[in-house]
């Protein structure tokens, strides 16, 4: 299976400042013939199924704010959310689709300091 | 509007047996690929299996921690997702979502159902 790991498992951020979550794939899933890479990241409120933000690592789902970025390839992505709201608190999850089990990493819980 | 509305839920002792359902509607639910996938109470996501739409003939995938115990099918004519959990564990607790797929992302998810297994 492809391990996904996620750093840190908690942050805590400032209103209106930057935070960056990190998530490292335990090999590539960057598909060499399309060019894509198989991460979507993933928020979740509590009391309420997770939400996609971001599918093939950098493309932003409809309705999502632009205040929320994906970038990275191969094996190391970043989502970046850009002037913290308070309503950004949230766990978020990475999870690779390159290949079957489609594995999750362990989460972020994101909090404002 | 897409909806995911999962039932079946419940308590069940260690050994036992569990049908969920998912009802699906708003969408052409053949076309799309439905996942289960499960969250432990406080933990993270666990994806636990897929069923693959029409044009992929409807192949099922599992995780390894419920082969051989779980059976997902699907009946298009009724819009409906089903997870047959047979052989019940402890740490199968959790709430079970059913979840659509498109290409690239897990678009919708249901609001859950919670399994409990304990005696």
């Known amino acids: 299976d492809i391990v996904m790991t996620q750093s840190p498992d908690s942050l805590a951020v400032s209103l209106g400042e930057r935070a960056t979550i990190n998530c490292k794939s335990s090999?590539?899933?960057?598909?060499?013939?399309?060019?894509?890479?198989?991460l979507a990241w993933y928020q979740q409120k509590p009391g309420q199924p997770p939400k996609v933000l971001i599918y093939w690592a950098s493309t932003r789902e409809s309705g999502v704010p632009d205040r929320f970025s994906g970038s990275g390839s191969g094996t190391d992505f970043t989502l970046t959310i850009t002037s913290l709201q308070a309503e950004d608190v949230a766990v978020y999850y990475c999870q690779q689709y390159y290949r079957s089990p489609c594995t999750f990493g362990q989460g972020t819980k994101l909090e404002i300091k | 509007e897409v909806q995911l509305v999962e039932s079946g839920g419940g308590l069940v002792q260690p050994g036992g047996s569990l049908r969920l359902s998912c009802a699906a509607s708003?969408?052409?639910?053949?076309?799309?690929?439905i996942d289960w996938v499960r969250q432990a109470p406080g933990k993270g996501l666990e994806w636990v299996g897929r069923?693959?739409?029409?044009?992929?003939?409807?192949?099922?995938e599992y995780a390894v921690s419920v082969k051989d115990r779980f059976t997902i099918s699907r009946d298009d004519s009724k819009n409906s997702l089903y997870l047959q959990m047979n052989s019940l564990k402890t740490e199968d607790t959790a709430v079970y979502y059913c979840?659509?797929?498109?290409?690239?992302?897990?678009?919708?998810w249901g609001q859950g159902t919670l399994v409990t297994v304990s005696s």
């Open positions: 090999q590539s899933i960057l598909y060499s013939s399309n060019n894509n890479n198989y």
């Open positions: 069923s693959k739409n029409k044009a992929n003939s409807y192949a099922i």
């Open positions: 708003g969408f052409t639910f053949s076309d799309h690929y």
């Open positions: 979840v659509r797929w498109r290409s690239g992302a897990a678009d919708y």
